[in-house]
């Protein structure tokens, strides 16, 4: 009898309640059901969560995408093989030797408040002209709505597992990343963070590709001190300006061997205390007046949040210190920056469902031979492709036969178009957002994605079956990985 009530409860509650046909992220999280919720979640949870099928490739198609990937394995189901254009090149110089790599991870970085066409005006003055010799792409999405999936995003375009694939970390599927990748050909990997890289399990992925140098907040020098304090007890770590200086003094005066060097930045996060108040406190007011002409009537908008806008411009400052430092040292030359953010930050109200993930993406460069906007949909896991197919043609690496990367390549398109197929996953018990071409699932429903990551709902039901279709193939995939740990095939010298 109490498990008919318990089910009679829950099916009240689960069609009791309508909400609006289109709301904001924000607003849709307000008034939600949250009986709804936990109904919906625990059901597809203990009915479907642990079963995986063998009928791989029934739906997933990508006639439709610049790489057509031709799968190899069922016992893999990710493993392909396929051409990797080289869409970079063109915008290079020849390259006289192989380059050193140096990725800028910024904490919370989102496009609404960074850059060309940043709807809440950009607060990163440094990063604005920075664009001005760089590569931009201003269609430009992260993986995942939180941190957890910006290196294996970035660095490999890898499947989620069940609350991302940092936490598969006691045994992570044999992979091959960007960075084991370039380790192979005689890069060394080095990967700095202000903050403990056991939080999220960073250390354990980034260990898994045998850097030569891992530092975190243990290995900060005594002169340096931990960013400040809310309550006087927790911080994250190490602001950014110290995570940059730390870093520059910790990395070898000079190299034998090319460089992969990665910094992630922590300062823009929650709970938003920034080092130097008084300093910032300022500059916030000169920016919203002097350089973004915020009319007097708005600037209380902007106040409302004003912690949250002077990190970002601390972090911006940061970078410019970084970049200003790094030209004094003699392979800065010979280096390519590829400068993104994680997510864009929740706590200012977002736009739409999409704009979570709508991030800056920046390739700076001296080797560089001209400058460009992009308005092509790109992601971060087309980051690690198009890098790869660059170097091999640049710098003659040597590449696996055998990927098993998620995305395609770096859209160069000058105009909107979207040519990408991925899974996006909000928070580590989200996965409920799909994107292909110009079609946006969320969470039961479709949209139109036009330029600026804007998106309009759409009723199209032949396009929603489709996009269903194949978000249930790739979850199904993605459970048989986790269960499996089968991504890709081992050496039979490890397996021995």
Known sequence: MSGFLVIGILSFSYFGWGKPRVLNETEENIITN?????????????????????????????????????????????????????????????????????FIFL??????????????????????????????????????????GLQPGVFGGFPFGEKGFLELYQNFPYHKSFLSILRDN???????????????????????????????EKDFDSKYSKAPSASGNFTWGFADKELFRNGLEKLPQSYSKPQVITFQTQTS????????????????????????????????????YEDIYMTVLYADDAVKEFITKYKERPEFENTIFIITGDHRLPEIPMSDRLDRFHVPLIIYSPLLKKQEYFRGVSSHFEITPSLLSFLKNQAGIQLPEQKTWLGQVLDTARTFQSRI????????????????????????????????????????????????????????????????????????????
């Open 34 to 102: 949250k009986s709804r919720f936990l109904t919906e979640q625990s059901f597809d949870y203990f009915m479907y969560g642990g079963e995986y099928y063998f009928d791989f490739y029934l739906r997933s198609g990508n006639d439709d995408m610049v790489v057509q990937k031709t799968y190899t394995s069922d016992a893999y189901p990710f493993l392909h093989t396929a051409e990797y254009p080289d869409v970079l090149s063109p915008y290079f110089d020849s390259l006289q030797q192989a380059p050193d790599i140096v």
């Open 269 to 304: 996060h929650d709970p938003y205390i920034v080092p130097e108040r008084p300093f910032y406190e300022e500059k916030l007011k000169n920016h919203l007046e002097q350089t973004l002409k915020i009319p007097s009537s708005e600037i209380p908008d902007y106040m409302a």
């Open 107 to 148: 904490e919370s970085f989102g496009k609404a408040y960074s850059g060309k066409d940043a709807y809440l005006g950009s607060f990163t003055p440094f990063l604005d002209s920075l664009e001005q010799h760089s590569l931009v792409w201003l269609n430009a999405i992260s993986s995942t709505g939180r941190t957890f």
């Open 186 to 216: 005689e890069y060394e990997i080095r990967y700095f963070i202000g903050s403990d890289k056991n939080f999220d399990h960073v250390g354990d992925f980034i260990e898994y590709q045998n850097p030569v140098q891992l530092v975190d």
């Open 421 to 496: 197929a991925m899974p996006l996953m909000r928070n580590k018990n989200q996965l409920i957002d799909y994107i292909h071409g110009d079609l946006f699932y969320s969470d039961g429903q479709l949209f139109k994605v036009s330029d600026n990551l804007s998106i309009d709902p759409i009723n199209s039901p032949d396009d929603l079956t489709q996009l269903k279709g194949e978000f249930e193939d790739f979850k199904n995939k993605n459970n048989y990985m986790v269960q499996t740990r089968k991504l890709y095939p081992e050496p039979k010298s490890k397996i021995d």
